[in-house]
């Protein structure tokens, strides 16, 4: 258990909603450090009670500024106590207490009507609250929050046999858990420090209001919990009776914490609140051939999709990153189907591992950013020509060595293959001479040796170029002249 635990046990007295010391949770022995008056966890305790006493006393028109001394003419405690309880003191009691005397008689006007409502105090009588006792008035205030906001009020989902069987503590744990069964929340410090929790409880109350609040960074807890304790705040009527930055302190006590956190089970949104459709980026995904590991080559356009239909609202956003680190907008088009699909395309312009990240409502989603490797681009055997007598219709002879020109700039890269077909339907009789001249040009030279209707293959990276094949109808051989 941590010290945070202790602390509140000490500065409450342990008082027990229906009377006595709350025995059953069990509380570590103090350090000194932390019963030193000016502990951090007695100041924020101070000031969480303190709120808490200001809200109730808003519709009486009344305000305490300090508790150490503001309850000790009886007149704000007995105010506090017609709030809680909706009922008015039978006893009379001293309208201007001047004196000593008077202030004891209007503290024992409002301890004997606690009795009455069967709430027992525990070492505290009038002489503490007059005195300025902290730690006993702070003992008082929290029973009075246990009592009035976690056990009295019945909640909705809460069985009332349940609850009875229950301490305050629990019973407010365990309606919390309820409400965030996918968050591992057993105690009130260190599980609310980031932030995120609250926001989590906010969305759960109020589905919309905090929706991204599992993304949040953990490593910014005031800023979290300002964003979940503001929303909270304006539309669920919670008022903030700790602040952002005293609730993510570790020396938070975690009365103090319970004291806010006891608000919500009440807690009613109110009209036109801005809610927001639930962002799960995670739930994005994105498949097609520009995100695979291999198989992107230079120059060629890379494609991908990315289905946004189980992550809410938003927008995609591509970013694609060379090996030498320079990073390019991808572009993304909208497809307004029913699985809310965006086509993605880029093309990238030099070989090695590039980084895809796809990003929905600025979030990384699912396995982004991507690694791709992109090689060496293969040739476009679109973009090759060939011509030349080896390749006319008609006009080359038997036995005499003919040629053609292939030209492959802007092609790309790719191997130029030749295959000629005779006659008889049989590759490999004739062999083709193939000789880079530079520049992307390939000179082909053949000798066909029979007449008759040849087939002359050209291909490139594995493609027929344009118009191949080529037929070429070979001659007769000239006769020797005499």
């Not at 709350?22 to 000016?38: F, H, N, Q, S, V």
């Not at 968050?183 to 929790?197: E, H, K, V």
């Not at 191997?415 to 083709?432: H, L, N, R």
Request: include cysteine; proline fraction near 7%; glycine fraction near 8%.
């Amino acid at each position: 258990m941590s010290s945070s635990h202790s602390r509140a046990g000490q500065s409450a007295a342990g008082a027990a909603p229906g009377g006595g010391v709350d025995t059953r949770d069990a509380e570590m022995p103090a350090t000194e450090k932390d019963l030193a008056e000016d502990a951090p966890w007695k100041k924020i305790q101070q000031n969480t009670f303190t709120r808490w006493c200001n809200e109730h006393l808003k519709c009486v028109s009344k305000r305490i500024a300090n508790l150490q001394t503001d309850l000790s003419d009886g007149l704000r405690l007995i105010a506090l106590l017609e709030v809680l309880s909706q009922k008015k003191m039978h006893r009379k009691h001293n309208q201007r207490p001047t004196f000593r005397q008077m202030q004891l008689e209007n503290v024992s006007v409002a301890l004997e009507f606690l009795d009455r409502e069967s709430i027992k105090l525990v070492s505290i009588d009038s002489k503490a609250i007059v005195d300025g006792n902290l730690k006993l008035i702070l003992g008082l205030i929290w029973t009075l929050i246990l009592h009035y906001s976690i056990s009295m009020p019945m909640w909705d989902e809460e069985e009332d046999e349940e609850a009875k069987k229950q301490t305050p503590k629990q019973r407010l744990l365990g309606w919390i858990q309820n409400k965030l069964p996918q968050l591992p929340i057993t105690n009130f410090s260190r599980d609310w420090q980031s932030g995120r929790a609250l926001g989590a409880l906010v969305d759960s109350c109020a589905p919309g209001l905090c929706p991204d609040w599992d993304s949040w960074d953990a490593s910014k807890p005031v800023t979290n919990a300002r964003e979940a304790m503001q929303q909270a705040d304006d539309w669920l009527g919670i008022p903030q009776v700790i602040t952002p930055e005293e609730i993510v302190d570790p020396n938070v006590d975690e009365h103090s914490v319970m004291t806010y956190l006891s608000q919500f089970p009440k807690a009613k949104l109110k009209p036109g609140a801005p809610l927001r459709p639930k962002l799960n980026p995670k739930k994005a995904r994105a498949y097609g051939p520009g995100i695979e590991p291999t198989g992107n080559m230079v120059k060629k356009r890379a494609e991908f999709t990315v289905e946004t239909r189980s992550a809410g609202q938003g927008e995609v956003l591509v970013y694609v990153e060379d090996p030498a680190g320079h990073q390019e907008e991808a572009k993304v088009t909208a497809n307004n189907d029913k699985n809310r699909t965006f086509s993605v395309w880029y093309v990238p312009e030099v070989t090695g591992t590039h980084k895809v990240t796809v990003l929905f409502a600025g979030q990384h989603i699912a396995k982004s950013p991507f690694e791709v490797y992109v090689d060496k681009s293969q040739g476009d055997a679109s973009k090759v020509t060939a011509q030349g007598p080896g390749l006319e219709p008609s006009g080359n002879i038997a036995n005499k060595t003919t040629y053609f020109e292939i030209f492959t700039a802007g092609a790309g890269t790719g191997e130029v293959e030749v295959v000629i077909q005779d006659p008889m339907g049989q590759k490999g009789t004739v062999e083709p001479q193939l000789e880079a001249r530079g520049d992307s040009t390939y000179r082909c030279s053949y000798q066909p040796t029979m007449e008759g209707v040849h087939t002359v293959h050209v291909t490139f990276a594995g493609v027929p170029i344009p118009r191949s094949p080529y037929t070429v109808t070979v001659g007769q051989e000239l006769a020797p002249a005499v």
